[in-house]
């Protein structure tokens, strides 16, 4: 009956050191779910059709007010085929958003960001024509 206990005792640190890790796993999820969690999405379109507009470029800013000086944030990124940009790891609060494309006017506004998951949705429109 003693020699029962030892092999118990065995198999239960073996099991303790195979079920760690991936029970450590569970608990954090992987870099790329956290990333693709916390990225802001802007969608721009133009004209009378609502075209999206591809290659747009994106200015994402804000700014942050302290005692001594102001600390601004600046990102920019260009929206792809379907006219969406995906800004990684976006601040929250009073954001201003430019946009600038060719053959389109430039675009911009301060938008509040109170959630990451919502979808900003911007309409361009042509310029003037000049005679």
Request: proline letters at 9%.
């Amino acid at each position: 009956m003693r020699t029962a206990q030892p092999i118990s005792w065995f198999a239960f640190v073996l099991l303790a050191l195979a079920t760690g890790p991936a029970l450590s796993a569970q608990k954090n999820p992987p870099p790329n779910a956290s990333a693709e969690l916390r990225r802001l999405t802007i969608e721009v379109t133009g004209g009378d059709d609502n075209k999206p507009i591809e290659n747009a470029s994106v200015y994402v800013k804000t700014e942050e007010q302290h005692m001594l000086k102001d600390k601004t944030t600046e990102q920019n990124v260009k929206t792809n085929m379907q006219g969406i940009a995906h800004v990684p790891d976006p601040p929250t609060g009073r954001v201003l958003i430019q946009v600038v494309a060719d053959g389109w006017k430039p675009f911009g506004r301060w938008f509040e960001i109170a959630d990451l998951k919502q979808v900003v949705k911007i309409h361009l429109d042509r310029p003037p024509k000049w005679y």
